[in-house]
């Protein structure tokens, strides 16, 4: 078990050096002099080359990268060109929004697809099964902007239940902020919960067709009691897998989301950014999503272990 | 039973009609695609108006016999500009999906072939472009080479290589050790040969799912990108952009962010249908490769 | 009264009859065999007393166990009677059991299921019965996972599950097939043992006419869904009284006609063997269980100057080892281990040896499908060892493979002339379109199949009807060595009949040398010369068929002869002890 949580970790690592490597390269060969641009465009070549120097661009590729790696590690992510405050400030004050939103989102989409696709599995071509598979079907499609749209409608302008968008920050309470975000949530949630019902029913099916299943049967178990005890846990296996990747779909889902609802997060940050060109910015919050998904990937791997205990024992 | 039982004989394609013609699902999804497609393809020749002439007097016009879908706040007809954008959104996917295909079949089928650091090094490869969602990396690239139809498609592209090399090697693993691939090589047929001759065409129905399935990622990513700026630019139109357009006029004109939305739900639903549909029709054969 | 009394069951799936009409009583403490070949029945109306048919299935006619009609009862009954009074051993023990459960937990709960015991209780039994079937307490612990049990071990574990509540009745369907012949003695005779200790029923479900002769009172003989003969197993299958029976217990001791292998003149004497290594290379292998001595003389090598077909030289395959730690290089496993032997052409040599005994490396090594970790294969002269693919095509257009699984051994989506002029590819001279037709409807006439079969698919072929084609992709290219891995061992027994005598023809006519892999004796004693026993990776033993087979001198051989189920022996005690 240690030696293959170690190798996912290492993985994991690599992964999070290889991304790193091609976004500090992409952003390389974009045109433009950084210096320039936070100084703008009447400064003195002389003041110019000055901040050059104090910000280390001089120096060759590979130091500037092991410097800029070497910033992150110690959470120094350097300063925004055009703000000219610290990344890290800039993009705390950001995830405080987007995580949490993310990971409503992410709980919402489990706490609906699993018990559906369950439930659907176990009454496989009765009406409840078509009925909520349909409406899975259609989840699938419904671009989560789109619906975020539809819910603004519904609820904000409607009904007039909730904000339309904006944040009121953590510090005007636990409740307003909340409120703030069970739109996005919801918009974020629901088209990654019907796929996640789908994956979730056809992992059940497949595992109740399993010959352990019939062997559990002829025990003198019930199928009801059989799906619990024998089938749930064989079929978790899979659909981690898509929880996965699902986050790394939500996380880039607020990007979008956090747009529509004018939402104070990476996501608006970002574009901000690079409209702004302030690359460094651009470059620590991929990174720091990179980086989450990497953990969130680790944390599936985890779970894996914890299900299937031929995992624990090869390799 | 010691032995599997008569087996049911769907390989050819008279089998594959028949069976098509009765499975709802590929059905409806057959239609609605053809539909789409149709549409686009009608609108390089002949659309209710011109998308390109703006006509102020008529803009914000609701549902009528005149205009079917209304008109937009530049007064352009929304029926008509719902046919043009089908056209970039079918684009861009199916290019994106062409390249993940293209690029993607071979690497799977390669690492397959190969195993060893290959087959290590590719999966590698996929988790660390799994780590970069679509969004993610268009948005990179935007950053880059500033905002296009193109990068969007490069965007989406890149994200569908690991996913085709993923399903195409898996789909090998699980077709070199039969013994067909033991008598080929016995035969002194090279992997290159083998892969071409008994791996491909064993894996073309994973593929052609997973392509329908890709496709219709690629229209939702397609008008997510463009929804943010980042996809099709206007003045060409496109379903995301539209739906960004009608965002601060719901309020006077719903049907606006209602009609681009119900295209790509429709279109992408479609798909999915078509995918699920090839997908049932070929099951029984998967289900006896494992 | 009977405590299983079936009468005139059918049952259809959706449209499909399954069974008709099937009658079939079972007094508690006795042992009924079911036979039939595949297709039969059999499985279904196991299904249907347990009542774990598919949705689709319909049954009618009468099912009584113990006074309880199946048909009718409650869901609720079914489940007090499964597991507690009706137990179920099923063919594939590798996925029989839940892989993420203990073994403990999977013996345990259907013990505190149906008698409420709390769990250390349970496990307690569960411990006993474990004990019971196999697997102590002290190796086995309750807390082993499926996985790092062997298949042996988890079809015990099936049958501890089975029997931990003492059922009146025990259902096995094909409980060995999945396990080579060594361990299909020992379940047997757990089986058997169980049944005796607690005076179950056991209604046992084959495909092998000398397995359920040697274990079964009484015998039913199914075919098509319909019941053939029913009666007294020895006296059934002495008398023959019914055709089908008597084509059954025929094909089960079916021995091709065939010539015993007469080396080209004057080389060697028909009645002689040669020794281990020889037949023209003074190389051997050295050791002495190899040798069995005074069995027959040793021709002098001089004697045969002619190329020998095949020559194995201290052939090794390792294959790297499970990784136990991160840090610490795995142990190689050594599948193959120095083995060293000589064919010469025209000749049938068996490969006999219990599954995992390395005899597949073997086969594959000298088809160079993979290479030794040491030592050399010449085949015809020439080395294989170290060449690539294009370097290899003069040898691979003499030697051919045929494999096991019929289903499994074609491109679906080829069809058969393309499939069976596959090996022409190895050929200097690519013949033409009309030419490779021309070939192919020879070779197709060969296997006994019509040239107008080749432009089908093969899944318009049954399983015998592939092996044919198999046969025929193999013999195309007219090679002078077969390698046949298992080729009968998932047919019918009468399909299997006709395919050895195939084998045997096509020896005669073709002089086509065949290495044979196989684990069962009957197979090797119908069609070879000579017979190679493997065992861990080493030939322990080699000799005229004949010989080995009625008197083996290593212990593998030993164990492998005692365990493997003879009809004829079987049918002859059963009269015996019957005075």
Known sequence: MTAYLLKRLLIGIATLAVASIVVFSMLEIVPGDPARLMLGMNATPDAVQALRDQMGLDQPVIVRYFEWIGGLLTLDFGKSYTYSVPVLDLVTERVVVSLPLALIALALSTLIAIPVGIFSAERRGRAADTISMGAAQIGVAVPNFWFALLLIYIFAVWLRLVPAGGFPGWSAGIWPALKALILPAIALALPQAAILARVTRSAMLEVLGEDYIRTARAKGMPRRTVLWRHALRNAMIPVLTILGLQFAFLLAGTIIIENVFYLPGLGRLIFQAITQRDLIVVESVVMLLVAMVVVVNLLVDLSYAIVDPRLRTNR | MTMPAAEPTNSQEAGFVAQALRNRSFLIGFVITVFIAGMALLSFFWTPYDVTKLIVADRMLPPSATHLFGTDQFGRDVLSMIMVGARSSIAVALVAVGIGMGLGVPLGCWAAARGGIVDDLLMRFNDVVFAFPALLSAIIITAILGPSATNAVIAIGIFNIPVFARVARAGALAIWPREFILAARAAGKNRTQITVEHILPNIANLLLVQGTIQFALGILAEAGLSYVGLGVQPPMPSWGRMLFDAQTRMMVAPYLALIPGFAIVFTVLGLNLLGDGISDIIDPKLRRQR | ??????????????????????????????????????????????????????????????????????????????????????????????????????????????????????????????????????????????????????????????????????????????????????????????????????????????????????????????????????????????????????????????????????????????????????????????????????????????????????????????????????FRKPEPVRAVNDVSFAMKQGQSTALVGRSGCGKSTLARMILALDKPTDGAIRFMGETLTGKDEAQLKPARRNMQVVFQDPYGSFNPRHKVERLVAEPLHVLERQPEAGERREMVARALHEVGLKPADMDKYPHEFSGGQRQRLSIARAIITRPKLVVADEPVSALDVSIRAQILDLFADLNQRLGVAYLFITHDLSVARAITDEVMVMHEGKIVERGRTGEVLDNPQSEAGKALVAATPDLRRAIARRLQEQG
């Open chain 3, 1 to 326: 009264m009977s405590l299983l009394e079936i009468e005139n069951l059918t049952l259809s799936i959706g449209k499909t009859p399954i069974l008709k009409n099937i009658d079939l009583t079972l007094s508690a403490g006795e042992v009924m065999g079911l036979v039939g070949e595949s297709g039969s029945g059999k499985s279904m109306t196991a299904l249907t007393i347990m009542r774990l048919l598919p949705q689709a299935a319909h049954a009618q006619g009468k099912v009584r166990f113990d006074g309880i009609d199946i048909l009718a009862a409650t869901e609720d009954q079914m489940c007090a009677l499964r597991g507690d009074d009706i137990g179920m051993v099923f063919q594939e023990p590798m996925t029989a059991l839940n892989p993420v459960k203990t073994i403990g937990e999977q013996v345990a709960e259907g013990i505190r299921w149906h008698t409420g015991a709390n769990r250390a209780e349970a496990e307690e039994r569960a411990r006993k019965i474990l004990d019971r079937v196999g697997l102590p307490e002290a190796k086995f612990p309750l807390s082993r996972y499926p996985h790092e049990l062997s298949g042996g071990q988890r079809q015990r574990v099936v049958i501890a599950i089975a029997c931990a509540l003492k059922p009146k009745l025990l259902i096995a369907d094909e409980p060995t097939t999945a396990l080579d012949v060594v361990l299909q003695a020992q379940i047997l005779d757990l089986l058997r043992d169980l049944v005796d200790e607690n005076r179950m029923a056991l209604l046992l479900i084959s495909h092998d006419l000398a397995v359920v002769t040697e274990m079964a009172d009484r015998i039913t003989i199914l075919r098509n869904g319909e019941v053939m003969e029913e009666g007294d197993t020895a006296r059934t299958l002495s008398e023959q009284s019914h055709p089908y029976t008597r084509q059954l217990a025929l094909a089960s001791m079916h021995v091709p006609a065939r010539r015993p292998f007469s080396p080209l003149e004057g080389e060697m004497s028909p009645k002689a063997t040669e020794r281990v290594g020889a037949g023209g290379t003074a190389h051997g292998p050295s050791t002495a269980e190899v040798t069995p001595s005074g069995r027959s003389a040793a021709i002098s090598p001089s004697r045969g100057e002619r190329t020998p077909l095949l020559v194995v030289e201290n052939v090794t395959r390792d294959y790297p080892g499970r990784r136990t730690s991160l």
